[in-house]
């Protein structure tokens, strides 16, 4: 828009000052005609293929293998992130769950002492010795409760045995965690034998089997956060009805005096940093199992309101459960991580963590992952009563200790929080050092990323692993998928495809960030390029008595934008204004991007200025240094505008390599071949010693100036990335925060 309004208003200044108004309409057509080189029609397409070109290098990056870049037209978009939204599971750790301990009867088990207690020589299936009652849950045999929540672990999932050609057996599921438990199942003796749609077969120890016929399933969902089942002890005939899930939802459905033990034994295995599940049961007679069934089947078949009405039978079966116990599942963090983290932090970027855990299981993983710093502290915010000025005052406080503390928040009152003070709570969270976000789900998910883009106005990226994690990764800016466990959906939904968190520090610091610049400086020479020969063609029309004809042929005008120029200026995707290591070493570098400061319009005026003043210079002393000049203009002009435009290409490349070289040195090829081929566009008589040598002073006049400008304030005023190279060429030590640029101030 700037550009097309300076093309107008240059137009009508030239209309103006040459008196010319007879038919003046269509005088300024042809002006706006003749000075529309000023448009850079060209640099969509150089933007385009620049971007492709980054892609390629991100996928050939043997440093971050099998990365793949799903869209090609935001890698530089890599290069300016503020915020960093990151799953849990999966993403910051491994997704590789390992049972650790349980609480059974208010008791604290380790996977060794559930081994010495526990006896299956006696046992004949579910509810036919567990007899538990009271607060607390008092009972006379430990072993008996044991055995039937050991046998709810072997049976209340979705997992299906797989054996392969060599007789070795694994386990398919689509949770991490439910393996975890039926494994864990497996090393006390009871091994899942076969599961399909209407049978779990189960073997104990002394090769006894237990078929349990499945007589409805309600698989898990991130909406109600827990799975149930319905199976028939063949062997009993008992029907039973097992629920699984986490503590928030399953304290409601068992019976008031166990939802003390459910809430405090879950806080004491979060504070571990495990992972919990709740697991309850329900024996029902079989007319109760008649009856429910008979509804559930109406439900099903209901023409209106058919998922409201299945699930409110479902809830009939969910209350006055007996509580089992609750299971602690280990899953490690990924690796390197918390260095990952830390130069993310350093680099000016903000790492929230968006996880359906536990708020003790987050703040744990918080803390070993390096969102949470040693001289920060938590706050948090759980529990809000669904009261605007409660919340209200809640974001207050928390706003007061913003400075140095990490906001954690869990679902329910994220709801509430954002129903009643929407905009002061992501005010505050965006003043905070970071966000855990716990309980969330995924509309959650999607919804923070999306206020805190429209909100702040920062470049968001969100990355995760799982199907949940795809609202999320497609709202931000860059969507960045792991290929983990949990499938291929986050992978295949997001821009960027990665096989561990580590390689976000690369992808960004040092793609990001290269993908940034470069596209910069490209876009800014393709601008400077047009108008550079704007400002020839305007003083031609100017000095030669305003007549409104193209200074250049048609032809000059086309090779000018491709063969000439085109693979010089392209030449600049390829350079490096630092290497590798020290973009990695020193993650401040990037924080001069997030500003836009490489493109910003103070930089497009510096450009605009160097653009008039070489054009300017050209036209100026091809008249007054050549006899014939309206002869000659074109050769004059055109000559010296191709060696200024190389010129600038070398002024403004950090890292000269081979490929650039051999780019300029085609361009002048192809410009002499084209001399002595187009001899009715140029004058080619008009060449000769002297002509050379009054081109080589237009352009040293033309280009000197502003090369000695630029050495003379990258001298008194060095950028971050030139003190860096100082320190790597000298091999000295320094520290960067003691370097501030005047510009940066």
């Known amino acids: 828009m700037i550009l097309f309004g300076l093309m107008v208003f240059i137009s009508a200044l030239t209309l103006i ?216 002890h063949l062997e009993t005939k008992k029907i039973i009805f097992y629920l699984k899930g986490a503590e928030v939802k399953i304290e409601k459905k068992v019976a008031a005096e166990y939802a003390p033990i459910v809430r405090e034994s879950a806080e004491l295995l979060a504070l571990d940093g495990l992972r919990t599940l709740v697991i309850a049961q329900k024996e029902l007679s079989e007319d109760e199992y008649t009856n429910w069934t008979q509804e559930h089947t109406e439900a099903k078949i209901s023409m209106e309101n058919r998922e409201k009405k299945v699930q409110a039978t479902i809830r009939k079966l969910e209350n006055n459960l007996q509580l089992l116990g609750i299971s602690g599942v280990e899953d490690k963090l990924q690796e390197n991580v918390a260095e990952t983290v830390d130069s993310l932090k350093s680099a000016g970027i903000r790492v929230w963590m968006l996880t359906g855990d536990k708020i003790e299981t987050a703040k744990c993983i918080a803390i070993s992952s390096g969102i949470k710093s040693r001289t920060e502290q938590f706050y948090v915010l759980k529990d809000l009563k669904d009261d605007k000025a409660i919340i209200e005052n809640q974001l207050k406080e928390a706003e007061k200790k913003s400075s140095q503390s990490i906001l954690v928040i869990d679902g329910g009152s994220l709801d509430l929080a954002i129903k009643h003070a929407e905009k002061l709570f992501f005010e505050v969270a965006a003043k905070t050092k970071g966000l855990v976000c716990c309980r969330c789900s995924p509309t959650q998910k999607t919804l923070i990323v999306n ?199 070398l002024t403004e490349l950090h890292k000269k390599y081979w490929g650039m070289f051999v780019s300029i040195s085609a361009s002048l090829l192809v410009y002499f071949l084209t001399i002595i081929l187009m001899k009715n566009v140029i004058n080619v008589s008009s060449i000769t010693w002297k002509f050379l040598l009054n081109i080589i002073i237009i352009t040293a006049i033309a280009w000197a100036p502003i090369h000695i400008i630029k050495l003379v304030e990258k001298k008194i005023w060095p950028s971050d990335y030139d003190i860096i190279m100082k320190e790597r060429g000298s091999k000295t030590c320094f520290c960067l925060q003691q370097f501030t640029p005047l510009y940066l101030l």
């Open 17 to 232: 000052s040459s008196t010319i108004f007879r038919r003046w309409y269509v005088v300024l057509v042809r002006y706006i005609i003749l000075y529309s080189s000023i448009i850079p029609i060209s640099l969509r397409v150089n933007l385009d293929l620049a971007k492709i070109a980054y892609c390629y290098m991100i996928f050939r990056d043997k440093e971050i293998p099998e990365t793949v870049a799903r869209n090609s037209t935001i890698p530089e978009e890599l290069g300016r992130i503020e915020y960093l939204f990151s799953d849990k599971t999966g993403t910051l750790t491994q997704n590789c769950m390992v049972f650790k301990k349980l609480f059974c009867l208010d008791k604290l088990f380790t996977t060794e002492e559930v081994g010495a207690t526990i006896n299956f020589n006696d046992y004949e299936g579910p509810c036919t010795e567990a007899k538990i009652s009271g607060y607390r849950g008092k009972s006379k045999d430990v072993n008996a409760v044991l055995k039937d929540l050991i046998t709810g672990f072997a049976v209340c999932h979705n997992v299906t045995p797989i054996v392969d050609s060599e007789g070795k057996k694994d386990y398919q599921a689509s949770s991490p965690d439910e393996i975890a438990l039926v494994k864990y199942a497996e090393s006390l003796g009871i091994l899942l034998k076969d599961r399909d749609p209407a049978m779990v077969t189960l073997e104990y120890p002394g090769g006894k089997e237990m078929r349990f016929e499945i007589l409805a399933n309600f698989p898990f969902s991130s909406k109600t956060k827990r799975m149930g089942i319905i199976v028939r």
């Open 451 to 649: 206020k805190m883009k429209v909100l702040t106005k920062k470049r968001c990226a969100a990355i995760g692993d799982g199907g949940n994690d795809v609202g999320m990764i497609q709202e931000g800016d860059c969507g960045i998928g792991i290929v983990g466990k949990e499938g291929m959906q986050a992978s295949l939904a997001a821009d960027f495809s990665i096989t561990k968190f580590m390689n976000v520090k690369r992808l960004i610091l040092w793609h990001g960030r290269l993908s940034y610049k470069r596209s910069a400086i490209l876009g800014q020479f393709v601008v400077h390029r047009g108008l550079i020969i704007t400002i020839n063609q305007m003083l031609f029309i100017l000095i030669f008595y305003y007549c409104s004809i193209a200074i250049y042929n048609g032809w000059l005008m086309m090779g000018y934008v491709t063969i000439f120029t085109c693979l010089p200026v392209f030449s600049l995707i390829m350079d490096e204004d630092i290497d590798q290591q020290s973009a990695l070493l020193h993650p401040p570098l990037y924080k001069t991007l997030q500003k836009g400061r490489s493109f910003s319009f103070k930089i497009f005026l510096v450009w605009t200025a160097q653009g008039i003043f070489q054009g300017c210079v050209i036209m100026m002393l091809g008249l007054l240094m050549f006899d014939n000049s309206f002869l000659n203009i074109v050769t004059i002009t055109f000559s010296a505008l191709i060696v200024i435009e190389l010129l600038n290409v």
